[in-house]
């Protein structure tokens, strides 16, 4: 691959047609960090955080109000309403991937809403998937780390997905005056900030640090659970759930009060070295090879420490890295990035949102739906199966059958990637049957299918 192929599909989401390839592929890539939209107008068409959580409360407030023979009605009406939120997301999400001209950080968008994974496989989450991306990570993905994690966890999808909402502490307030009810300490959210958001498995931390840390969460939870209206906010900490005392959470007394308890814990992960490590070699594997090289890993988690968390600081150093430009092209295309560069290929603009959810699903990537909070993993062996390269097969066909004779491979493939097109495959595309069969070859051909 040539610098320009690697920036346009190892860093961005592929090449479109339409636009000629960077003439400076570094200064291009980080020309996008002045340049990003962090709410584009394809996401500001959607409904905000606050107001999505009023209507999954009021919901829940007419299912538990409704006579018994209606409160399936009532829940039934909200997850219609949900589903359709969820595919304008969808929508929206795919609309900005397609159009964008700052695909680098759009990936990186990408990259840290899988990093925080939450899944609408859980109903509350459905109607909220889409306002994580464009409150929790959109405006974040380009300043602290610190300021990300706190984003993501305090979400409502986050908090719902994980049953931290309902978390209480068994000595605290709440629990004393509604003794006998199923309320109680839930560990979900504290272990997957230490085990996938933060420090990493292996990383040190034991099953007392889990709990400990638990207990300081307890508190953090949703407006309008009780009898009060959400309003404007989308999270609230509950003083009456919260365990009273000090905790002792790797080797360190936290002795804040209340909220600033786990804020003061959040601190210190998102600055810890295994956090900087731990981030550092997701980058990498996602950005440049499977098993990324031990010392650019190193790098990237030194920028990490020495900024402090600046996510800026972490994205020069790697598109500075040599290893980054190595021309063989070390990553297999997720589906969903696959996805995204075909249709960009083919100059495609806007799908319906439906069309984008059933081809994520046909493709085996479905949005917002990793099936665990760990997300989608980022190796070839998961994605590239006999039957999901089939898949693809059928799709690339579907798609160069919708665009007919208007696209000329043999003219598009030295676009989308310059420079990068091997013998075989550009034999393949001019021996092709049709232009739809020349096209379909290219979207399926080894250069295409990596970045």
């Known amino acids: 691959m040539t610098p320009a192929a690697i920036a346009l599909n190892r860093f961005g989401l592929g090449a479109r047609a339409d636009e000629a390839p960077p003439a400076d592929p570094r200064g291009w890539l980080l020309a996008q960090l002045d340049r990003y939209e962090p709410l584009p107008p ?19 407030r ?72 464009a409150d929790a990570i959109r405006p974040h993905v380009l300043g602290r780390f610190e300021d990300l994690l706190l984003a993501a966890v305090r979400h409502p999808a986050m908090l719902l997905y994980l049953d931290q909402a309902q978390s209480a502490g068994p000595q605290s307030m709440l629990a004393e005056r509604q003794a006998g ?8 959210l504290a272990r997957e900030i230490l085990e996938l958001h933060t420090l990493g498995v292996r990383s040190g931390y034991t ?8 207990r300081a969460l307890t508190g953090w939870s949703l407006p309008g659970l009780e009898a009060e209206a959400a309003g404007s906010e989308a999270f609230r900490y509950r003083p009456a759930m919260h365990e009273p005392g000090a905790r002792m959470l790797l080797g360190r007394s936290y002795g804040e009060a209340g909220e600033q308890q786990a804020r003061a814990i959040l601190h210190d992960l998102a600055t810890a070295p295994a956090t900087a490590q731990h981030i550092a070699g997701k980058l990498a594997r996602h950005f440049v090879a499977d098993d990324p090289p031990p010392a650019l890993v190193q790098r990237l988690a030194a920028a990490f420490q020495r900024s402090a968390g600046d996510l800026p600081t972490v994205y020069r150093e ?42 994520m699903n046909q493709l085996g990537q479905p949005v917002w739906r990793p099936g665990s909070p760990a997300g989608w993993d980022d190796v070839a062996a998961t994605w590239a199966a006999p039957d999901a390269l089939l898949r693809r097969v059928e799709v690339a066909q579907r798609i160069a059958g919708r665009s007919g ?6 003219a598009l493939a030295p676009r989308l990637l310059p420079g990068s097109v091997g013998e075989a495959t550009t034999q393949a595309i001019a021996r092709s049957e049709s232009p739809a069969s020349a096209l379909a070859l290219l979207l399926v051909a080894p250069e295409f299918l990596r970045r």
Request: proline share 5%; net charge positive; hydrophobic share 45%.
């Open 42 to 60: 394809t996401w500001q068409a959607q409904p905000r955080t606050p107001a999505l959580l009023q209507a999954l409360v009021e919901q829940q």
């Open 62 to 133: 007419n299912a538990r109000d409704a006579a018994q023979g209606e409160k399936q009605a009532a829940r039934q009406a909200y997850r219609r309403e949900a589903r359709d939120t969820y595919l304008a997301a969808v929508g929206a999400r795919a609309a900005t991937a397609l159009t964008t001209a700052t695909p680098f950080t759009e990936r990186l968008v990408h990259f840290w809403s899988n990093h925080f994974a939450i899944s609408v496989d859980k109903v509350a989450v459905v109607g909220l998937a889409g306002a994580f991306e």
């Open 181 to 188: 009810r199923r309320r109680g300490l839930n560990e979900n």
């Open 207 to 214: 099953q007392a640090d889990v709990t400990e840390f638990a």
């Open 318 to 359: 790697l598109v500075a890295a040599p290893e980054a430009w190595q021309p063989a092209p070390a990553k297999f295309k997720s589906p969903w990035d696959w996805g995204i560069s075909s249709l960009r290929a083919v100059g495609v603009r806007d799908v319906a949102p439906m069309q984008v959810a059933n081809l």
């Open 405 to 410: 004779d208007s696209a000329d491979a043999r």
